[in-house]
């Protein structure tokens, strides 16, 4: 499988290329516009088919897109290669706004083609064994709440980078049924200034109550993740690692020593996932659903607190 990575930053470099080029089987491309970071990366990882512009990858005959740039440019790349056919991976999030969000899915229903959106945390292996996989599958009628805590120190933000940049990823892991509208939700926030610096929301799904919350004021940069079930619950404060309270007793739960690092993170899974959605050729509609979901839900806060 040919396989073409646009947009080497940070992310791409720290946590999708580790893990994509120690799968057999696939032929990597490299591509951006920075002529440093093409050298160093093929060099580093014995690359050698380079590009500084992402059109002309169509004629290396590639099988699969992944797209890390700037969120703004999420939408000219992925429309692109869409419309070329292309099975397309998109980091969080597909875009800064929902509207763009819904025309890239109606893109990729008209091309028949899958776009994969990156969301790591819904593949974290210590979460997904202790919380009977409640990202991947409708089955969590048992789960009585899950609050999700995302922290930063000093960061507020402006309103849409704050909420579909960061904010998403609790937003989108509370969603477990792809909510996708302000109704009989708790909404609070507050701001320094014209900057956002805090969010929470909250609703109930049947007997589940959902909670997702960002404080950009906060005294570290941290995440929290709390769970509970009749008699059972778990909290976790880092992604391999956690605490465990079940008859009345507590006990340490941990993910097996020497578990590499992206792993424990979610991105191997996420990134096996998305190569086998390339092999079958299209992706679960369900999982389409949320996608739309959580962007729809979050353009509807975005909404909220710009108008008040």
Known sequence: MKLAIIGLGDIAQKAHLPVITQIPGLEVLLCTRDKNTLKRLSKLYRIDRLYSDYKDLIKAGIDAVMIHSSTVSHLQIATFFLQQGIPTFVDKPLADNAFD???????AAKHRQPLYLGFNRRF???????????????????????????????????IRTFIFDDF???????????????????LTWQSQGQR?????????????????????LYGATKERISA??????????SFVSGKC????????IALPDWTPMLTGKGFTGMIDDWLSVVEKGKLAPSVVE????SHQLAELICQKIWVE
Not at 101 to 107: A, D, F, G, I
């Open 245 to 252: 309270w079940q008859d009345n007793q507590e006990s340490v």
């Open 290 to 293: 949320r996608n739309l979901a």
């Open 168 to 186: 998403i990823h609790p937003l989108d892991s509370i969603n477990l049924d792809a909510k996708n509208n302000l109704d009989d939700v708790y």
């Open 124 to 158: 974290i292996p210590l979460y997904n064994q202790y919380l009977p996989n409640i990202q991947n599958t409708k089955e969590h009628s048992s789960l009585l709440s899950l609050r999700w805590e995302k922290n930063r120190f000093n960061q507020p933000g402006d």
């Open 101 to 107: 969000c819904e025309r890239l899915y109606e893109l």
């Open 228 to 237: 509970s079930y009749e008699n059972c619950a778990f909290e976790f404060d």
């Open 196 to 216: 956002l610096s805090r969010v929470d929301i909250q609703w109930q799904q049947q007997k589940t109550l959902l909670h997702a919350s960002m404080n950009r």
